[in-house]
């Protein structure tokens, strides 16, 4: 089936430091979602990226859809102990795939030492 | 309060003994989906539902059911478990028109054991 490649797997930190989060797909997605997950907790949605080249802020988080549509990233400036969790992408393609049908990243563990 | 509901929250369980994972959404989204979360693995896919009596397999269908005979409810049948169904399970539920997006919300989370 269709992957999404999530890199990296693990990333540490010091507070203050930025931090990067990509996923990659060798096909043309439709759109692509961004989640937090605490640690013990649930996925929380952060935002959907639909169009060609789009960037969204929400503060420090920066989110970028690529031009051809076959990646994206996540970051964060200047890290805060309450960014540690786990944060994934999730995908969906286009050219015909069911809406329902979500991918998601093996995700990127953050840690972030104070 | 807008929420996803899963129940139980946590089981242990033996294998081949049938169980039921609930799942209620209380904000009238027409999509709902099953996930399994494994260490290194992410998120899979298991089943998700565009509507009332319309559901479709995910990533890792094997070994589950699912119905959504109504809007708010789509539990998550293990006819048969076995050990490998080990694993931290999310029903989520999404509209999927309107202006709230797409926005996926999900549940606390279901901790099954199949021992």
């Known amino acids: 089936g269709q992957q999404v490649m999530q890199i990296p797997q693990y990333q540490h930190v010091q507070e203050g430091e930025d931090f990067t989060t990509y996923c990659n797909s060798s096909?043309?997605?439709?759109?692509i979602q961004w989640y937090k997950q605490r640690p013990g907790g649930h996925p929380v949605f952060l935002i959907q990226?639909?169009?060609?080249?789009e960037v969204k802020k929400q503060k420090r988080l920066t989110f970028q859809f690529g031009e051809a549509k076959k990646n994206s990233s996540l970051h964060i400036t200047a890290t805060q102990t309450t960014d540690v969790g786990t944060y994934f992408c999730?995908?969906?393609?286009?050219?015909?795939?069911?809406?329902?049908?979500?991918?998601f990243g093996q995700g990127t563990i953050l840690t972030v030492h104070p | 309060e807008a929420q996803v509901t899963q129940n139980p929250r946590y089981l242990i369980t033996v294998t081949g003994k049938k169980l039921t994972v609930t799942c209620s959404q209380n904000?009238?989204?027409?999509?709902m989906s099953w996930y399994r979360q494994d260490p290194g693995l992410g998120l899979r896919q298991i089943y998700y539902?565009?509507?009332?009596?319309?559901?479709d397999k995910g990533d890792v269908p094997e070994g589950y059911k699912v119905s959504r005979k109504e809007k708010r409810n789509f539990p998550l049948i293990l006819e048969s478990p076995s050990p490998n169904q080990t694993s931290l399970y999310f029903c989520?539920?999404?509209?999927?028109?309107?202006?709230?997006?797409?926005?996926?919300?999900f549940g606390e989370g279901s901790w099954l054991t199949v021992v």
């Open positions: 989520a539920s999404s509209p999927i028109s309107g202006n709230s997006g797409n926005t996926i919300y």
């Open positions: 990226l639909v169009k060609s080249g």
């Open positions: 539902s565009m509507n009332v009596e319309v559901t």
């Open positions: 999730a995908a969906r393609w286009a050219g015909g795939t069911s809406y329902g049908k979500l991918t």
């Open positions: 096909t043309t997605l439709s759109n």
């Open positions: 904000m009238n989204h027409e999509y």
